[in-house]
């Protein structure tokens, strides 16, 4: 129980994401968990997530820094109403906006580590603060700012 | 010859980008031309990129804004230098930073264009200013900081 990942708790009807759903076959279905105070997925890259040779493409660490941010985002809505992720209402997110800072090249053939802080939430917002690492330095940091889904999302089936 | 797009004037070992190498077989491959004064790419993405049902997942986007972003940023090098695009010394860039704003859900099923414009070119640094649009509206838009790489990758075969 404690094991499961944000995204398991997904209704199956919003568990499509390529980035983080878990029944999307074709995607890279990352996990994020809390570790302490800050959010976590780790994610390996496919030897054709290339950019140059011997790195990772721009576009693949910005989408792993989104759904990371997301599903931080939701996790920590239910922390701060002090509930469990498998209780009501259900609190889920998608991004208004996304920026990522590439700060050196990001190493191919590596696990990735995505690294999540919450920087504010208010009303239906949660800002969240990202960093990826690839053995042990920082390679891209990033922003999410991501907005509640409205509650009619969860009654269809 | 006039049809080429930016990424058809990449050498074969810096072809290889997940969103934008015209020799990786698994990856978007996208391609851009000028339309006047803006830079367009089409693509339309597959039933897997998906977010929620009938919507394309963020990730996807930032990596056509980025790819089409270091595109333009060359071409538009060339251009600022009165040069074709197969003329040395060559000019390929990176991307330091990207800013997207996601505007409204963009839709799956239908052919994405991308278009973007140089807000600023100042010595190595390119900012590429492109917006998303799905049947006419624009969906996203975004900022793409685009430094221009070392001399020393074109040294290698």
Redesign the interface.
Known sequence: MTDKAFQDYSPD??A????C?KL????HRIKSRWEGDESVARFTP?P??????GYV????I???I??HGTGTAAAAAYKAEGRAMDSDPPRRF?????????LK?TPLGVELEVRGKVKEIKGRKVVVAATLLARGEVCAAGEVVCVQVPDE?FRKA
Not at 24 to 27: D, I, K, R, T, Y
Request: hydrophobic share 30%; charged share 15%; glycine share 14%.
């Open positions: 009807h919003l499509h994401c390529y980035g759903g999307n076959e074709e995607g496919k054709y997530h290339i950019s140059i040779p493409y721009g576009g693949l910005a989408s792993l989104d759904c998608v991004t208004a906006s996304l920026k990522v800072d590439y090249p999302w």
